[in-house]
């Protein structure tokens, strides 16, 4: 007699390495839900499935060996019915040392909404243009070498202004040729050939405004752009991890930038 079970996927957790922005392979996971532990159908590659969970939201709680614990709101009605899958990303405890030690930006600012960076030693590859083509919103991109293959996973990468003062965010939905990607939404301000595009890394705000944002200390210098939200106004301030750790100010050294122009701006100046 054949048995036959049925499971209904509810949610895909994709644990990432904020730091580096690659999937976390360790074993050591744990899932909980209001203090019970929640078993995954499938694991592997960072992903976690879980299966016949409901469609009652609810708080995920995540402790993962070598990175900070964190608490995931799933909210069912915000993902993908078809493929639900949530990006969480961790960042790495003290304890962890793979990769290189760890340093930390720390400190409060009232009203802060969110803190992310860019690392401007890393670029993935260059900006070529974009375009709309049957209804998609298409990104052509130059590899960093002649001949280069790009591959974007579907998430959000940082596209570097000419100035470097400041970046746009974009989001990746699949790579359609092996320079081109095609992107959630066009872009909100004109860009130029060889702009820099690159991974970000997430830090933590909240609660009362307090920040946290963690790097891999994996090379001689380590400047990074952050970009951090205050009331729905985004700010940048460059640092460089080794000459400026610990306690910070963030609007400290805070760029003033003007926001990026859009077609019609352009389209005025050069009247």
């Known amino acids: 007699m054949t048995t036959v079970i049925k499971a209904s996927l509810s949610v895909a ?19 909980t839900k209001e203090n019970v532990v929640l078993k ?10 879980f299966t016949n969970m409901g469609k009652e939201d609810f708080l995920m709680h995540i402790n993962v060996s070598g990175y900070d614990e964190a608490d995931v709101n799933i909210q069912f009605d915000t993902l993908d019915p078809r493929l639900p899958i949530l990006d969480v990303f961790l960042m790495p405890s003290e304890k962890n040392r793979a990769g290189g030690t760890i340093l930390e930006v720390y400190g409060t600012l009232p009203e802060l909404e969110a803190i992310e960076a860019i690392y401007l030693n890393r670029p993935i590859c260059n900006f070529s243009s974009v375009l709309e083509k049957r209804g998609d919103v298409i990104m052509n991109l130059i590899p960093r070498s002649a001949g280069g293959r790009i591959n974007l996973e579907s998430m959000k990468y940082a596209l570097l202004s000419e100035t470097k003062e400041r970046y746009e965010v974009f989001e ?67 640092v460089d991890f080794h000459l400026e750790h610990g306690e910070i100010d963030l609007m400290d050294g805070e760029i003033k930038v003007e926001p990026l122009p859009g077609k019609e701006e352009e389209e005025k100046e050069n009247e």
Not at 18 to 25: E, F, K, S
Request: avoid cysteine.
């Open 13 to 31: 957790i994709h644990l990432i390495d904020t730091t580096i922005g690659r999937d976390i392979d360790e074993t050591n996971v744990r899932f």
């Open 40 to 49: 995954p159908l499938f694991k592997g590659s960072g992903n976690w499935v």
């Open 172 to 238: 990746v939905l699949e790579n359609e040729t092996q320079t081109s990607v095609i992107i959630r939404s066009p872009l909100s301000g004109e860009h130029k050939v060889n702009e820099t595009i690159y991974r970000i890394i997430y830090g933590r705000a909240g609660p009362d405004g307090r920040f946290s944002l963690k790097v891999r200390d994996d090379a001689n210098s380590l400047p990074y752009l952050i970009r951090f939200t205050v009331n729905g106004v985004d700010h940048f301030r460059p």
